[in-house]
């Protein structure tokens, strides 16, 4: 059975302003299995931080088998600590979109990880390549 690492990330450019996100999925052997990256029309950094998490959890749900490990990377503080029920989630569209990654996350054993940025940075060049593109 496999393990999995999601690197996920978002932003917005004017917060909110013109939003992506860039996920990069990793097996139990370090390689890349998946990588993606969207932008995701105007919202906030907290609204593309999560959309980055269901990308990359709905990409498992395809592609993964029940039970796995799944860590779960992001240098988002407010979204690793509302996944993990440590901080009570009061925006109605955020909770909507946590909602959406605890779908996405059911039948994995997921444990959520806060990482600085600096340990983030292929979600993060994915995110800002998004961006550039979008202009």
Do not use: C
Not at 30 to 55: C, K, M, P, W
Not at 84 to 105: M, T, V
């Amino acid at each position: 059975m496999s393990n999995y690492v999601v690197e996920a990330d978002g932003g917005s450019r004017g917060n909110p302003g013109v939003a992506a996100y860039g996920v990069v999925i990793r097996n139990d052997l370090a390689e890349i299995v998946f990588s993606d990256a969207q932008v995701i029309g105007h919202a906030t950094n907290n609204v593309a931080e999560y959309r980055g998490l269901i990308a990359g959890l709905e990409w498992l749900q395809q592609h993964a088998s029940a039970g796995v490990g799944v860590q779960v990377r992001l240098d988002s503080k407010l979204v690793i600590e509302q996944m993990a029920g440590r901080w009570r989630i009061k925006d109605p569209k955020l909770a909507d979109l946590a909602g959406r990654a605890r779908q996405a996350a059911a039948g994995f054993a997921v444990d959520y990880q806060w990482v600085p940025r600096e340990q983030n940075a292929d979600a993060d060049a994915l995110l800002n390549s998004a961006l550039d593109w979008a202009g």
